[in-house]
Each structure stands twice: as C-alpha cells, then as structure tokens.
C-alpha cells in the first residue's frame, strides 16, 4: 500500500512539474511576442513621410519640385492632380515623392506628395537640396525662377539655375531631370519681360549643354506658345497663379514632355 501511495505521489510531482514547464514556455512565448510588438511600436514614425525606396514601391517614382506653381494655391493641388489624372489614365505605375503633402479629397493618398513650397527661390532649393535628393526618384520636374525674376540679371539667375542642375546631376547621375521654364505671368502687368525670357532662354542653353554632357536633362517650354497660356488662365488678383485652365494647360505642357521617359522607363 505504501509503494502505491509512494508511486501515485510521485506521477502526482511529474504532472506538477510538466504543468508548471507548459505555463512557463507559454509565459517565455508571450514575453517574446511582447517585446517584438514593443520592437514595432518603438521604431514606427507615425505620421512622417519617408523616401520610397525601390524595395518599398516598385512604380516610377516622380518628385515634383519648385514653389507655389507646384505646391499648388488656396487648397488646391495646383497641376499635379491634372497630371496624375493624365498619367493614371495613360496606365503609368507612377508614385509623386516629397517631403510634403496636400490632401484634396479627391487624391490617393500615395500621389500628395510634393516638393513645392510657395515662395520659394532658387536659393531655397539649393539650401533644401540634400533633403530632397534624400528621396528614390526616378524623374525630377523642377519649375523654379518666378520668385527670383526681381533680383539679380537674366545672366545671373540662368547662373544659379545652372548650380541647381549640377547639384542634382552630381546626386543622382541616372535621373531624368525636366527643366520646366519659369511659366508667363500676367503680360497685362507688365510683369511678363524680357528678363523673364532671357532667364528662360537661359534655362534651356543649360539644358542643351547638359544633354551634350551626357546628363539626362530636358528642357520644358512652359512660354505662352508652347502651353497656351493666356491672360485669362491666370488669377486675376496676383497676375501669376493659374486658374483651373491654368493648371490644367501646365500639366498638358508637362506631360506631352514626359511622356517619352515614362514610356522607357516602363518598358
């Protein structure tokens, strides 16, 4: 009777013990999944934009830059929402990049952002440069100019427009970099002169220049002939922000000259 009470005793003590390793592997699994999901929450920058890497998006990624003309006026998205229409509608796998965004509710989340900051100059770009070449680009539309026309001669802003490219080109060697002239402002304002057509003839000696060198750099004729703007796509409380047609006429512009690259790039 003593053995049998010795051996119920002692399965009693190995039921025990398995128990207690059970729980104290499923406490150890518990732990680590813990701490994985601690990992997670410790390293997510909730809210921040962050370059598109190739790894993360496999579509052509465009970053357009330059001041209000991009970044868009009074809540609107200025041409871009025009040019991605034309875009997705052309079947692109495409991605805008940029530090900033712009949230109309009729855009995709994936498509607000942009580098565009309204007054910008060109010295701006230049201070801000290491940020935006911090972004995987594969195109890069930079539209700069308008807020420099009051300093400075036709020579020296085609000068440090010049700066601009080579800084980029020296970054980012392999991108597809699109010129865009500095768009006409009012003619009726008087503010539509020969300097502007100067720095914009300017513009595209340098981008001739670069494409002679080997660079991947295009130049977009943004001048009334071109992308028809006219007085009446312009507002008319400040003589230089587009009206809906405006835009619209820019993206046009934009796009006919892309165009190509995006079919290469897709190919």
């Keep these: 009777m003593k053995k049998i009470l010795a051996l119920l005793l002692a399965l009693s003590m190995l039921v025990l013990l398995s128990a207690c390793g059970d729980k104290a592997a499923s406490n150890d699994e518990n732990s ?16 921040v934009l962050k370059p598109y890497t190739k790894s993360e998006n496999h579509g052509i990624n465009i970053m357009l830059l330059g001041d209000s003309l991009t970044q868009g006026t009074q809540g609107s998205s200025g041409y871009r929402s025009y040019l991605y229409d034309m875009l997705k509608n052309d079947g692109y796998n495409f991605n805008f990049v ?60 085609s000068a440090q427009y010049e700066e601009l490219v080579d800084l980029i080109i020296k970054a980012k060697p392999e991108v597809r970099l699109f010129c865009a002239s500095a768009p006409p402002t009012s003619f009726a304002s008087g503010s539509y002169t020969f300097k502007h057509v100067g720095f914009n003839e300017g513009v595209k000696a340098i981008c001739e220049k670069k494409t002679k ?26 003589h230089v922000h587009p009206v809906a047609s405006g835009w619209e006429k820019f993206a046009k512009t934009i796009f006919k000259t892309i165009k190509p690259t995006m079919d290469e790039l897709s190919a």
């Design 32 to 47: 680590d999944g813990g701490n994985d999901t601690s990992t997670v929450s410790e390293t997510e920058e909730t809210g």
């Design 213 to 238: 060198a080997g660079a991947h750099v295009t130049w977009v004729d943004m001048s009334p002939e071109s992308s028809g703007i006219t007085n009446e796509d312009l507002n008319p409380e400040d």
């Design 98 to 157: 940029g530090p900033w965004q712009i949230e109309p509710a009729f855009m995709h989340h994936d498509y607000r952002n942009h580098a565009g900051v309204g007054g910008y100059r060109m010295s701006g770009i230049k201070n801000d440069m290491n940020m935006f070449m911090s972004f995987d680009c594969d195109v890069i539309v930079m539209m700069i100019g308008t807020n420099d026309m009051n300093s400075g001669t036709a020579e020296e802003l």
